[in-house]
C-alpha cells in the first residue's frame, strides 16, 4: 500500500493488473473525508451516457493529471479525464483532488477536510457541469483530440479504434470495451457525442403539478425541473422494523394534498382545492435522494429498493421502467458519516469504498441507501 502513497493516479503493477483483471473500476482516494465526492463521482461515471460522452471527448492531459492547472481551471476536461482514468483499466485508484479543487474555487465549503452531504455536492457538480457545457464550444474543446476520436460512430470494442497515451494492451481484458460495445449497439454514444448539454439531457425531469378547484373542477398546471427528485421517507415510530418500498415512496411523495384558500379564477373567489403532480418529462437517469427522519428513539426506516423494472407511473396509462445501475449509501451522522457508492457493471455489483473496490452483492432493504441513479429502459 505504502508504494502508492504520494501517488496521484496510482498505476498498477503488471501482477497486479492481472490479479486485478476482473475488476472493472478503480476506486478513489480518500483525501481526507471526501467520501462524499469520491462516491459521487464513481456514480457519476458510471453512468453510461456520461462514460459515452467522456470517452469520446478523451484529451490526454500532459503532466501531473491530478493538478487542477492542466485542466484550464475546467471542471468538465477535469472530470473527463477522471472518468477515463476510471474505466482505462491501468489504475488501481485515482484522485479527486483537481475536482475538488476546481469546484471549491466557486463553493468554499468544498475547500477544507470537512464532511459534507453527498447529495448536495452532487447537485452542485452538476450544476457546474451544465453551465461548463453550455458556454463551452464543443469544437473548440475537442480541437487537440485525434480525428479518429472525433468521429461520431460508436466504437465496436476493438482497441485499435482508439488511441491513448495510456491505452489497455491487448492481453489485458478492459471490461470498458465490452461495455462500450453495449452502448454502440443502441447507437446512443453517437447521440451523445453531439448533445448540446449532456447533463440537462440526461439527468432532467419535469414534474406536472394540477391545482383543481373542489367546486368547479377547473385546474391549473405549473411545471417545476428536477435534476433529482427529493423523495421523504415516512418514520415508522416503533421498534420493529417494517421496510417500506421506494415505489410507496414515490407515490407518497406525488400523492393528492388538499389545501384550503386555493384562488379560482373561474368560481372569481377562494376555494378548497387539491393538488396533484405527475411526473411530466421522465428523464433517462432519475436520480432519487431519500430523505429520512433520523430519530434516537427508534430504528431507522429500511427502505425496499428494486435492482430492476421500478415502475414510475407517468400518465394515467403509462408506465415507465428503471433498472438501478449505482446507488450511494451512508452511515452515521453528516459530519461523521461515511458515504460509499454501489455500482452495477456487466451485471455485477462492486462496492467502492473510496479507493477499495470490492465485489458484493447489495442489500435490496436497507436503513443507509441514500441516493439511487436509476437508467430507463430503452422499450
Ligand atoms: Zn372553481
Not at 30 to 49: E, R
Request: net charge neutral; proline share 4%.
Amino acid at each position: 500500500m505504502s508504494k502508492y502513497v504520494g501517488r496521484l493516479f496510482s498505476p498498477r503493477d503488471d501482477h497486479v493488473k492481472k490479479f486485478f483483471s476482473n475488476y472493472p473500476i478503480c476506486g478513489i482516494r480518500n483525501l481526507g473525508n471526501t467520501c462524499f465526492i469520491s462516491s459521487v463521482l464513481q456514480s457519476l461515471a458510471n453512468t453510461q451516457q456520461i462514460r459515452s460522452y467522456c470517452y469520446h471527448h478523451y484529451n490526454p492531459i500532459k503532466g501531473r493529471a491530478g493538478d487542477k492547472s492542466v485542466y484550464h481551471g475546467s471542471l468538465l476536461n477535469a472530470f473527463i479525464n477522471l472518468t477515463n482514468a476510471i474505466w482505462s483499466g491501468n489504475y488501481r485508484f485515482v484522485t479527486s483532488l483537481a475536482i475538488k479543487d476546481i469546484v471549491s474555487e466557486t463553493h468554499p465549503q468544498y475547500k477544507g477536510k470537512e464532511q459534507n452531504d453527498a447529495h448536495e455536492f452532487l447537485l452542485i457538480f452538476l450544476e457546474i457541469l451544465e453551465k461548463e457545457l453550455n458556454t463551452k464550444d464543443i469544437n473548440d474543446f475537442s480541437s487537440s483530440i485525434s480525428p479518429q476520436l472525433l468521429s461520431p460512430i460508436p466504437c465496436r470494442g476493438t482497441i485499435k479504434t482508439y488511441s491513448r497515451e495510456t491505452s489497455p494492451s491487448k492481453e489485458y481484458y478492459s471490461p470498458f470495451e465490452v461495455e462500450m460495445n453495449e452502448i454502440g449497439s443502441d447507437d446512443s454514444s453517437s447521440d451523445y457525442y453531439f448533445s448540446k448539454n449532456l447533463i440537462s439531457d440526461v439527468f432532467r425531469g419535469r414534474i406536472k403539478r394540477v391545482t383543481e378547484c373542489s367546486i368547479c373542477h377547473s385546474s391549473s398546471e405549473t411545471f417545476e425541473e428536477f435534476i433529482s427528485l427529493s423523495v421523504p421517507v415516512p418514520q415508522w415510530y416503533s421498534n420493529e422494523t417494517h421496510p417500506i418500498s421506494l415505489e410507496s415512496c414515490i407515490e407518497l411523495f406525488l400523492h393528492y394534498e388538499n389545501v384550503e384558500d386555493w384562488y379560482c379564477e373561474e368560481c372569481n373567489q377562494k376555494r378548497k382545492a387539491k393538488i396533484y403532480s405527475t411526473i411530466n418529462d421522465i428523464p433517462k437517469v432519475l436520480i432519487i435522494q431519500l430523505v429520512r427522519i433520523y430519530s434516537k428513539k427508534y430504528p431507522t426506516q429500511q427502505v425496499l429498493f428494486p435492482l430492476n423494472d421500478l415502475v414510475v407511473q407517468t400518465s394515467p396509462n403509462h408506465f415507465d421502467f428503471y433498472d438501478l445501475y449505482s446507488f450511494i449509501t451512508h452511515t452515521g451522522s453528516l459530519s461523521k458519516g461515511h458515504y460509499i457508492s454501489w455500482n452495477r457493471v456487466l451485471d455485477q455489483w462492486y462496492c467502492c469504498n473510496d479507493e477499495n473496490v470490492s465485489q458484493s452483492k447489495p442489500n435490496t432493504s436497507s436503513d443507509t441507501v441514500y441516493i439511487l441513479f436509476y437508467k430507463r429502459k430503452v422499450s
